[in-house]
């Protein structure tokens, strides 16, 4: 059984969030429209809903965040949940503790959901499969494989500024091969019937046939990022350059980096996206980060909503554990 | 003991013999087919009709995990679970802990196999001291000590030129080199390189791997004319150069691990981490290429590639686990698996389990010519199972076949002319 079912009950309701891949354009739609309606809390004096009163969320994080960490905290507490981070990266894994073990002992403080971040692909899903069923499993990272709230945000934001999905064109730029970021986003923006996803990297960094992810592949910036509505850059991490997938950051900037040279080539009104951290100088220029085209920011403030809808539309679906009151 | 298999159907690949007949062992040996030899009075009769008896398997590769991890099984947990089987000859790589690169591991094992007194369990040497690929081991010593071959154990030789040399020596003890065929710097990855998982986000291990490895390998095969047997193919492209490579004359042998002829990338859906394994499953594509060529002879040998685990080991993210999967109760019945579904002959299917792997081996087994060692397989090739959690005999429980209905119950087993092992009921 594939993720993608596991993670909906039989009536094909939200249980987990584990990736965007396999869902439909309803799931996604629910989350965006519940996410723009949650979106206006921060706004308000008293910044919190009820909806997760009495609650428990557990931040697992094993591998080092933190916009990530820190907003699906945010989000938690404007719910009213209580909140519990534990950055195991530093903890009991490595003390020689098996994964089994942790989600056991933290399972027994009885917690409602649990958000997972760890560097192997599909780790979200495994702990989800090996959870109490009252506990909601969020996928807040694993390995390449998915960052499904990531994507929601993305999208998100991408609608509040072009709505016309079917008409829209999309480039995603840079290390693609290693992005759990990239996957995600690509899946979300072919649900949602994107007319045209473009990727630009060095072969490097792309992985294999991923053109059967439904995306047109480019080598060039000149030519990719051709017409394009919006330009989502990936964080290229410093330590790829180790692994002999690019010569030099220079010359990765001088191929791949967005300029205002190159954003010029988008349509007049292009939006730049980057999900963080950005490396100013490696992918993208300071005067596109910082300009009038980049909603770089603004992602991070919907990250905040696009988490609280996730969370409040995974909680209302599970069964509540044997005993708690109705 | 002598010993009469009555109205079985025999199936003897090695000389092209499918029959129904009844088999006469005596002394450890076979005496007769069809007809009773003169003054033959039978200790025991085997009620075999509606059964096929076939030569006892011989098993390639099986990790039995001891000396060193006895954690994961032993040396007679593991032998059990063959002769249920009906593997009556197990061979086992050098990998063990210490390694299998001096003669008294292998006079240990030997001991230890003795004493479980089950099946036939057989040592290939390491090439280098270690394994480490550095040194050559004491191949003269580890074959005066009875070692069947010598082997990189898994870990391929990093140095060609050690490599090369290793060969030499090799060959020049006249010993049969079986090698595992990847590049381990492009062997970093968890899943084959492709659509799958590209879509899971596991890093990938291009097929180019193995292939290319064999390529550079088979050049020093034609440089040497050293016999070279590669362990575990799993690419449709290995498969090719093999077959060039043997009608070319070239003394070079290959085997498949079962799971590869029924699993492919797409078996690991959900993470499953009992399909972890190296090399990985490749595509379906792949999966084809390897059936045909255990048809078309390229391929001379199905093995288990049995590698048990304790159930931690499988119980973490995928790229947390261990790879490999508990082959040794399932060998039989998924070759009759492919057979049954997917109409590979049977005649070839029990060859690759019998005189093929006997003839890498260099030894008269495999086969039930008159005066042959007597290992013999009796099974029931119509029943049916539903292979249920918790039911491999092995200690390694690590299976993607639980769930499967697998044909072929093996009833009787007989090593060296004595019956080892007989299903209850």
């Known amino acids: ?326 | 003991m002598r010993i009469v298999i009555q109205g079985g159907r025999v199936l003897d690949p090695a000389h092209h013999l499918d029959t129904v007949a009844d088999l006469f062992v005596a002394d450890g040996k076979i005496a007769s087919l069809g007809q009773a030899p003169a003054g033959f009075i039978a200790d025991r009769t085997i009620d075999a009709r509606h059964r096929i008896v076939c030569p006892g398997l011989i098993d390639l590769c099986a990790r039995l995990r001891e000396p060193g991890q006895e954690h994961k099984a032993t040396i007679a947990s593991e032998t059990r679970a063959a002769v249920a089987g009906g593997i009556m000859t197990l061979v086992c790589p050098p990998d063990t802990d210490p390694p299998i690169d001096e003669p008294a591991v292998i006079e240990w094992i030997r001991r230890r196999a003795k004493a479980a007194g089950q099946v036939r369990v057989l040592t290939l040497g390491a090439l280098t001291h270690r394994l480490r690929g550095e040194r050559l081991a004491e191949m003269a010593a580890l074959k005066e000590a009875g070692c069947v071959g010598v082997s990189d154990g898994g870990q391929p030789i990093g140095n060609s030129r050690v490599l090369r040399r290793a060969l030499e020596y090799a060959a020049t003890f006249d010993l049969t080199v079986f090698l595992t065929p990847f590049d381990p710097e492009l062997s970093h990855g968890l899943a084959h390189e492709g659509q799958v998982a590209t879509r899971m986000g596991l890093p990938g291990i291009p097929a180019a791997a193995e292939n290319g490895r064999i390529a550079r390998d088979l050049e020093l095969v034609r440089d040497l004319g050293v016999r070279v047997h590669f362990g575990r193919l799993s690419s449709a492209r290995s498969v090719e150069l093999i077959a060039r490579a043997r009608a070319e004359g070239l003394p070079v042998s290959a085997d498949v691990a079962i799971h590869h002829l029924h699993l492919t990338e797409m078996d690991l859906a959900g993470f499953d981490s009992r399909c972890h394994v190296r090399p990985p499953l490749r595509s379906l594509r792949d999966k084809d290429a390897l059936r045909a060529g255990l048809v078309s002879g390229a391929l001379s040998a199905i093995c288990s590639d049995h590698q048990p685990h304790e159930p931690d080991a499988k119980q973490a993210p995928f790229g947390d686990t261990e790879p490999g999967i508990s082959g040794l109760d399932t060998l039989l019945s998924l070759s009759l698996r492919l057979v049954r579904d997917s109409g590979l002959p049977l005649m070839t299917v029990i060859e690759r389990l019998t005189c093929g792997p006997a003839q890498i081996l260099g030894l008269d087994i495999g086969h039930l010519g008159i005066g042959a060692t007597a290992d013999v397989c009796v099974f029931d090739p119509d029943a049916e199972t539903l292979l249920e959690p918790g039911a491999l005999r092995s200690r390694g429980q690590n299976s993607p076949f639980i769930g499967w209905a697998l044909p072929g119950r093996v009833t009787q087993t007989l090593l060296e002319g004595r019956v080892i092992y007989q299903c209850e009921g």
Do not use: W
Not at chain 1, 28 to 48: F, M, N, P, Q
Not at chain 1, 212 to 236: A, C, I, S, T, Y
Not at chain 1, 238 to 263: H, K
């Open chain 1, 1 to 326: 059984m594939s993720a993608t079912h596991f993670q909906l009950d039989a009536q094909g309701r939200l249980l987990h969030f584990l990736t965007i891949e396999g869902l439909t354009r309803r799931h996604l739609t629910d989350i965006l429209d519940t996410a723009e309606s949650l979106h206006g809390v921060a706004e308000r004096r008293v910044k919190k809903l009820p909806t997760l009163h009495g609650k428990t969320v557990i931040n697992l994080f094993f591998e080092a965040s933190t916009r990530t960490r820190t907003t699906f905290e945010l989000a938690a507490k404007r719910l009213s949940a209580d909140v519990l981070t534990l950055n195991i990266a530093t903890s009991s894994a490595v003390k020689g503790e098996s994964l089994l073990d942790t989600l056991r002992n933290i399972e027994a403080m009885q917690c409602d959901m649990f958000v997972v971040r760890h560097e192997q692909s599909g780790a979200a899903e495994f702990i989800a499969r090996h959870v109490k069923p009252h506990i909601a499993v969020l996928n807040a990272g694993d390995g390449r494989h998915a960052h499904p709230t990531q994507a929601m945000l993305d999208v998100f934001t991408i609608r509040r500024h072009k709505p016309d999905f079917p008409n829209l064109q999309v480039a995603i730029v840079g290390d693609i091969l290693h992005s759990r970021v990239a996957r995600s986003l690509i899946h979300a923006l072919s649900i949602l019937g994107t007319g045209d996803i473009r990727v630009i990297a060095p072969r490097t960094l792309l992985p294999a046939q991923v053109e059967n992810l439904g995306v047109r592949v480019f080598h060039h910036m000149q030519e990719g990022l051709r017409d394009v509505d919006v330009v989502v850059m990936l964080r290229l991490q410093r330590e790829r350059m180790e692994g002999a997938l690019l010569p030099s950051e220079q010359e990765f900037f001088q191929q791949y980096g967005l300029t205002e040279e190159r954003l010029a080539l988008a349509q007049p009104d292009a939006i730049v996206m980057h999900p963080g951290p950005i490396n100013r100088g490696v992918e993208i220029d300071s005067r596109v980060a910082d300009g009038p085209h980049s909603v770089i920011l603004e992602q991070v403030t919907n990250g905040i909503a696009v988490r609280m809808a996730v969370m409040s539309i995974t909680l209302g679906h599970h069964a509540r554990p044997v005993g708690e009151d109705a």
